[in-house]
């Protein structure tokens, strides 16, 4: 698996990773709600449409701490090609916030490797930190996406 990580601006962060893995099982890992609960959430809800909406509910480790809800729309949705997405943190308070929007593209290098190009664009990091905490979550996910189609 290869990697690279970009940071496209003070709004957008671009990760390009090969997954060794044919294309329909890495889209799946991201559109099928059972394979998202083995890398991504606890518990997973996906609209396979464009339209549709999603959940995903990362539960807290401690019993004062409160679980991690994102939410949102599906915007764009093309089988096995390209995946965009709303993602909406639910806060502690009764106000959803809109924390980006999600762009992922799917490219069958071969019958056995496919690259993804994950795009965050439209949060404004406060600081560095936040962006390099940003950018190492996602790469994480994504080596945990590597680790379960391996």
Do not use: C
């Not at 671009?14 to 559109?31: C, E, G, H, P, Y």
């Not at 549709?52 to 915007?75: C, K, N, P, W």
């Amino acid at each position: 698996m290869s990697s690279d990580i970009t940071a496209d601006g003070e709004s957008q962060i671009t990760l390009t990773r090969t997954i060794d893995a044919n294309v329909s099982d890495v889209f799946s890992a991201f559109t099928d709600p059972a394979l998202i609960e083995q890398w991504q959430a606890d518990e997973a809800e996906f609209d396979r449409f464009e339209g549709g909406q999603y959940r995903y509910v990362t539960f807290a480790e401690d019993d004062d701490e409160t679980d991690h809800e994102v939410s949102g729309e599906i915007l764009q949705f093309v089988e096995d090609e390209r995946l965009v997405m709303s993602w909406i943190h639910k806060g502690e308070s009764k106000d959803d916030e809109l924390i980006f929007v999600l762009d992922l593209t799917f490219k069958a290098v071969d019958a056995d490797r496919t690259t993804i190009v994950l795009v965050e664009r439209g949060l404004p990091h406060a600081d560095a930190q936040t962006r390099i905490f940003s950018m190492e979550a996602w790469n994480a996910a994504l080596e945990q996406l590597a680790e379960l189609m391996e």
